[in-house]
Structures are given as structure tokens and as C-alpha cells.
Nanobody, 126 residues
Framework: QVQLVESGGGLVQAGGSLRLSCAAS????????MGWFRQGPGKEREVVAA????????YYADSVKGRFTISRHNAKNTVYLQMNSLKPEDTAVYYC???????????????????WGQGTQVTVSS
């Protein structure tokens, strides 16, 4: 079955950096668009960044544009989220996700994702 496993979260001071990884198994990773979402305390889950199946197109939420970078390494079945200049408002559980359909452009709606990881906590202290 499909498994998505996030890692790399932790506690960091404001202005610091973290790199999240999401290792995928049970699917032909190179054929799927991937997305990173986050859910802060008392907030709804929101898209942070997304990448098309071939890596050619990317999307970033306005709140992270210029600070976060999504990338994928198909040979390692892994998608990354490099997070720089972190702010306290970035504190959340971060999830990676994959849709059910192959060969799609990046997807920004969580309703279009089918497979989800368990999440990794990112806490940014001020």
C-alpha cells in the first residue's frame, strides 16, 4: 500500500532553517504530483507548496513565497521542503500528500489529494 513518511521537523528559532523530507513507497513516485500542507493550532489544513509530476511546475502559498522551496528527487522517491527564514507563524504540523491520479500539474486543493503522511511537527520560537 502507499506510504508517505515525513521527517525533519523540530524546534528552531525564528530566522532559522529546516528541511523536511517525505519518503514515498507503494506508488510510482515519478508519476505523481506532490504537495506539502500544514495545520497550525486551531487552524484548517492549508497548502504550503506543490510540485507537478515532472517537477517542472511549482506552487507556493503567498505566506511562504521566497522562503520555502519544494523539490523532488525521483530516484530517491522523496519530496523535500526547504524552509528558510522561519517565523513563529510557520509553527504547525506539516504533511506531505499525493493525489490518486497520475501525471497531473501541481494541485493546491487538499480535496484533490488522496494519500497523506502522518505529519511532522515544526515549532518556531520567537
Amino acid at each position: 500500500q502507499v506510504q508517505l513518511v515525513e521527517s525533519g521537523g523540530g524546534l528552531v528559532q525564528a530566522g532559522g532553517s529546516l528541511r523536511l523530507s517525505c519518503a514515498a513507497s507503494g506508488l510510482t513516485f515519478s508519476a505523481y504530483a506532490m504537495g506539502w500542507f500544514r495545520q497550525g493550532p486551531g487552524k484548517e489544513r492549508e497548502v504550503v507548496a506543490a510540485v507537478s509530476w515532472n517537477g517542472g511546475n511549482t506552487y507556493y502559498a503567498d505566506s511562504v513565497k521566497g522562503r520555502f522551496t519544494i523539490s523532488r528527487h525521483n530516484a530517491k522517491n522523496t519530496v523535500y521542503l526547504q524552509m528558510n527564514s522561519l517565523k513563529p507563524e510557520d509553527t504547525a504540523v506539516y504533511y506531505c500528500a499525493a493525489p490518486e491520479t497520475r501525471y497531473s500539474d501541481y494541485l493546491t486543493s487538499r480535496r484533490l489529494y488522496y494519500y497523506w503522511g502522518q505529519g511532522t511537527q515544526v515549532t518556531v520560537s520567537s
